[in-house]
Nanobody
Framework: LQLVESGGGLVQPGGSLRLSCAPSVSTLSWHSVGWFRQAPGKEREGVSCISSSGLSTRYADFVKGRFTMSRDKAKNAVYLQMNGLKPEDTAVYYC????????????????????WGRGIQVNVSS
């Protein structure tokens, strides 16, 4: 299983982007998926996650109310809708997948022993 992120780019403050995470082969259907980000000179931090069923999501406090994570099993993809973007959201965004029990998922990077994507750059600047 290899993951590929897409949808990044440059956006003005207050704007929106939708990131996608999809496997190059195989299926994500049984995996929980997390989004993480790393800004220059900073540690990687958890942004959000979604359970394998899609019924449960978790968000870091700094994105609550602005970001929404979802998944489309028919398209075998997971999405991160980012609204109200701020310059401090500028980072490389990564998705990761792993098996969790039930409706669990994690926003701690060490929770993911499975594949990580290579990352996609998001720049928020005027």
């Amino acid at each position: 299983l290899q993951l590929v992120e897409s949808g990044g780019g440059l956006v003005q403050p207050g704007g929106s982007l939708r990131l996608s995470c999809a496997p190059s082969v195989s299926t994500l259907s049984w995996h929980s998926v997390g989004w993480f980000r790393q800004a220059p000179g900073k540690e990687r931090e958890g942004v959000s996650c979604i359970s394998s069923s899609g019924l449960s999501t978790r968000y870091a406090d700094f994105v609550k109310g602005r970001f929404t994570m979802s998944r489309d099993k028919a398209k075998n993809a997971v999405y991160l809708q980012m609204n109200g973007l701020k310059p401090e959201d500028t980072a490389v965004y990564y998705c990761a997948a792993d098996f969790f029990d039930g409706e669990e998922c994690g926003i701690v990077s060490s929770s993911y022993r499975g594949p990580w994507g290579r990352g996609i750059q998001v720049n928020v600047s005027s």
